[in-house]
């Protein structure tokens, strides 16, 4: 099948037309650009309950641009429910039930069996895959892919929207649940910075039971990363990383520095379900 490439191919596909929302600024930049040319366009977030409160501001805002509701699925069984279910097994890269339970299947289960156009922000300059269901109703489609649209386009159509980034990528890369696992060491600290009592509700959910251990990072607790020589190396490490990027590469951005450090410190790509759903 020759896939359409144009808006106004994509606008005259019969079917519904769905734009999953990360919060974050790929999918963010993809409804601002869909959104004059895909009138029937639905928006949807799947909501794990503890997402920043940056990321639910940035959401209301969007909202507020597109003039259309953004449909958050998820409102009674957030992380929490699951958790429970899962009998407190904290979620990890090896059992990524989160991913699942929170974002595929609610997603799905809003689809049904309709004929259903699911757009995708990944950009023209990366090289990497997304969510992709094994629902045959359901079909992907690359916008800025297939536009050919990159990172200074997504910057672009965010700041010509009012919107801009994301605030929390000064210190964090990606979307999602404020104690993803997926996080970096970096990402932990500013966490513990930013919001100190996210990180305190974060090391809630670390248990120690016998033999077993259930945290967030394998190779050190929440409480081991916050003793303040640890604190004190990371933000030393982080510093210096950002100082040789920083000379390394005049004109670059924030975001981009940030990236580069932060892919330096752990190269675990992170959950592509999370980022662009
Ligand atoms: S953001 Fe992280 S913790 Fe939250 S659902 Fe996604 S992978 Fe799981």
């Given at each position: 099948m020759v896939m359409p490439t144009t808006f106004s191919q994509w606008s005259e596909l019969p079917g519904r037309h769905i734009v999953s929302l990360s919060g974050g600024k790929d999918s963010t930049a993809l409804a601002i650009y869909l959104r004059d040319h895909i009138p029937q366009l639905e928006y949807v977030f799947c909501d794990t309950h503890k997402e920043l409160k940056e990321t639910y501001e940035y959401l209301d805002r969007l909202e507020a641009y597109l003039q259309r509701p953004i449909i958050r699925l998820n409102p009674d069984r957030g992380f929490d429910h699951w958790l429970t279910m899962y009998n407190g097994m904290l979620p990890s890269g090896q059992v990524r039930w989160c991913t699942r339970k929170l974002k595929i299947e609610p997603f799905e289960?809003?689809?049904?069996?309709?004929?259903?156009?699911?757009?995708?922000?990944?950009?023209?300059?990366?090289?990497?895959?997304?969510?992709?269901?094994?629902?045959?109703?359901?079909?992907?489609?690359?916008?800025?892919?297939?536009?050919?649209?990159?990172?200074?386009?997504?910057?672009?159509?965010?700041?010509?929207?009012?919107?801009?980034?994301?605030?929390?990528?000064?210190?964090?890369?990606?979307?999602?649940?404020?104690?993803?696992?997926?996080?970096?060491?970096?990402?932990?600290?500013?966490?513990?910075?930013?919001?100190?009592?996210?990180?305190?509700?974060?090391?809630?959910?670390?248990?120690?039971?016998?033999?077993?251990?259930?945290?967030?990072?394998?190779?050190?607790?929440?409480?081991?990363?916050?003793?303040?020589e640890r604190l004190a190396q990371v933000r030393a490490d982080h510093i210096k990383r950002l100082e040789e990027e920083r000379r390394r590469r005049p004109g670059i951005t924030l975001y981009e520095l940030n990236k580069v450090v932060f892919d330096e410190e752990d190269d675990d790509p992170g959950c592509n379900i999370c980022a662009l759903h």
């Open positions: 289960a809003y689809v049904g069996n309709d004929k259903v156009w699911s757009y995708i922000g990944i950009r023209g300059d990366e090289n990497r895959s997304g969510y992709i269901s094994t629902k045959s109703n359901i079909q992907a489609l690359y916008p800025f892919k297939d536009h050919g649209l990159g990172l200074r386009d997504v910057e672009r159509i965010l700041a010509e929207s009012g919107l801009g980034m994301p605030t929390y990528y000064e210190w964090r890369q990606r979307s999602g649940c404020y104690f993803c696992f997926f996080q970096r060491t970096g990402e932990w600290v500013g966490l513990k910075d930013r919001h100190p009592d996210l990180y305190e509700e974060s090391k809630k959910y670390e248990t120690e039971n016998g033999g077993e251990r259930f945290t967030w990072r394998q190779r050190e607790s929440l409480v081991e990363l916050e003793q303040p």
